[in-house]
């Protein structure tokens, strides 16, 4: 079955600091990947997706970037941080076959800017 | 794009009772739903989803049913328990991407 990991579980960063978060993606291959941002208690926003190496779709015009260097490595960037990106960032993956469909999360990294 | 609409935002239900939560899309080309569960401080993880040929789905104590002319589907939730206490949100596929409802908080009293 697919795992999905991300490091760090937490993180505290000044405003102005780079940031580097990372995905990767076990039991699967060729997946649709996906980095959500979710404020406190609140829904979940796409921030991008991609659907193969070097492919990034992104959906929010922000301070953020991503890349794909591999078929299973997501990353998550950005040069200086704001106070609004404070966060709970979720990477997703999808199956593949007749799971191609199906979206699985990994554990997320708590990212407070401070 | 897809508009996914949730309701209720906040549902209390005493053990044992059924909880329901209902959404509603807008793209009628979207043909699979799933349903994540959400817990403090952890990612969603999935718990059902239905695809448009599929009126009604059931895993134990949970089903999922579509309703695709009217464009909604439900999450039934039988026999609650405290553990089933969490954020629910349900989602549409459409080009690649989910579009999720705004989450149901879900309370279990005991």
């Known amino acids: 079955s697919q795992t999905i990991h991300q490091w760090p579980a937490t993180l505290v960063q000044p405003v102005g600091s780079p940031l580097s978060l990372e995905c990767t993606v076990e039991?699967?291959?060729?997946?649709?990947l996906y980095w959500y941002r979710q404020a406190a208690g609140r829904g979940l926003q796409l921030l991008f997706y991609?659907?193969?190496?070097?492919?990034i779709s992104s959906e929010v015009p922000q301070n953020l970037s991503a890349s794909r260097p591999q078929d299973r490595q997501f990353i998550l960037s950005s040069k200086k941080l704001l106070l609004s990106d404070s966060g709970f960032y979720l990477c997703?993956?999808?199956?593949?076959?007749?799971?191609?469909?199906?979206?699985?999360f990994g554990p997320g990294t708590r990212l407070t800017v401070l | 794009g897809e508009n996914v609409e949730q309701h209720p935002s906040t549902l209390s239900v005493q053990e044992g009772d059924s909880a329901v939560i209902k959404c509603t899309y807008s793209d009628s080309a979207s043909n699979y739903f799933p349903w994540y569960k959400q817990e403090l401080g952890k990612g969603p993880q999935l718990i059902i989803d239905?695809?448009?040929?599929?009126g009604e789905k059931k895993d134990q104590r949970i089903a999922v049913t579509l309703n695709k002319t009217a464009k909604h589907f439900s999450l039934h939730i039988t026999e609650t328990q405290p553990e089933d206490s969490a954020v629910y949100f349900c989602a549409a596929l459409g080009d690649y991407k989910l579009s999720f409802g705004a989450g149901t908080t879900v309370t279990v009293r005991a």
């Open positions: 039991g699967t291959s060729n997946p649709n």
């Open positions: 997703a993956g999808t199956g593949t076959g007749g799971l191609a469909d199906t979206q699985y």
């Open positions: 991609s659907v193969g190496i070097g492919q």
């Open positions: 239905i695809r448009s040929n599929v």
